[in-house]
């Protein structure tokens, strides 16, 4: 039987049509058990990935509160970043708890209590994502207000951090009310709990194709002013480097496209989901250092 993929494949058919969802993993498990399958785990790539990450985003971010605090130049950009950190510390912290449950092993390697806590989780995740990424963004348009006082750029900054903020007020309220009941969210992989969801699949298309509009837009927003402004070479090659690193954002955006293929596709929840939420978690990072940047200048000036 071990040996033999077809007649495998033939008594996985015949075991999903006729046990439960968490007989059927059971009977998995003890097969490749008794195989002697390897045990697959890239649970280190999860924790790794938010370990590192929010490492360097809390050295620039407490290095940009230095800087403004030494020259007593805090704004409003300074205080709505405060507020993204308050997404994006938990969102890396819960990286770590997944890793600890079971995210990057096969899901029928694990327990099913531990299966709905990591989905649980996960639906946490997906509130704090859309809510680091928006506070990001609404903290690098009060920047280019800080420093472009043209009328008409400021009109457009302003309806551009409107149309983000609306963003991340629908999204997040839409992740949060995805299924009826709400729990359904975490529990109805059993198939066990009459729901009503919505598609989770479109849902993360639709919501990570206008972050990257988004994206796109803050990015090339100020190219405009920057040309009108007088300034030394090297200035100029300090602004190009940190547009260097927005323009690396966009990019992780689009990377992190591929992984919503199997996220709402898979029956493998705890193997597949890793690609998602690493790429995730190193996007909201980036960001955090590509909006703490232009601060850090200042630190070595007299």
Not at 36 to 58: E, Q
Not at 87 to 93: I, K, M, N
Not at 122 to 139: A, C, F, Q, R
Request: aromatic share 10%; proline share 4%; with cysteine.
């Amino acid at each position: 039987l071990c040996a033999d993929m077809e007649e495998t494949s033939s008594l996985e058919l015949c075991i999903n049509h006729n046990c439960s969802i968490t007989e059927a993993l059971v009977i998995k498990n003890m097969t490749e058990t008794v195989c002697g399958k390897p045990r697959r785990d890239r649970s280190n790539a999860v924790s790794i990935t938010g370990i590192v990450g929010i490492s360097l985003a809390m050295i620039t971010f407490l290095l940009r509160v230095l800087a403004r605090t030494v020259h007593h130049q805090s704004g409003i950009d300074d205080w709505t970043m405060i507020m993204a950190m308050g997404f994006v510390l938990p969102l890396s912290a819960l990286s770590v708890v997944l890793a600890n449950h079971g995210l990057g092993k096969d899901i029928w390697t694990l327990p099913s209590d531990e299966i709905t806590y990591i989905l649980y989780i996960y639906y946490i995740d997906e509130s704090l994502y859309i809510g680091s990424l928006t506070m990001i963004k609404v903290s690098i348009l009060f920047f280019y207000l800080r420093i472009f006082p043209k009328k008409v750029f400021r009109r457009v900054v302003y309806t551009v951090m409107t149309g983000n903020i609306l963003y991340g007020i629908i999204f997040i309220l839409l992740s949060i009310f995805q299924c009826i009941p709400v729990k359904a969210a975490w529990t109805r992989w059993e198939g066990e709990v009459p729901a009503r969801c919505l598609d989770i699949n479109a849902l993360g298309w639709a919501s990570a194709g206008i972050n990257i509009f988004f994206d796109v837009i803050i990015l090339i927003l100020p190219l405009p002013e920057l040309a009108k402004l007088v300034m030394s070479y090297q200035r100029k090659i300090h602004i190009l480097l940190m547009f260097g690193l927005g323009s690396f954002v966009t990019i992780v955006s689009i990377l992190r496209l591929s992984s919503l293929i199997k996220f709402a596709n898979t029956q493998d929840i705890t193997w597949d989901y890793v690609p998602i939420g690493y790429w995730s978690t190193v996007e909201v990072h980036v960001s955090v250092v590509c909006a703490c940047l232009p601060a850090l200048p200042s630190l070595f000036r007299k």
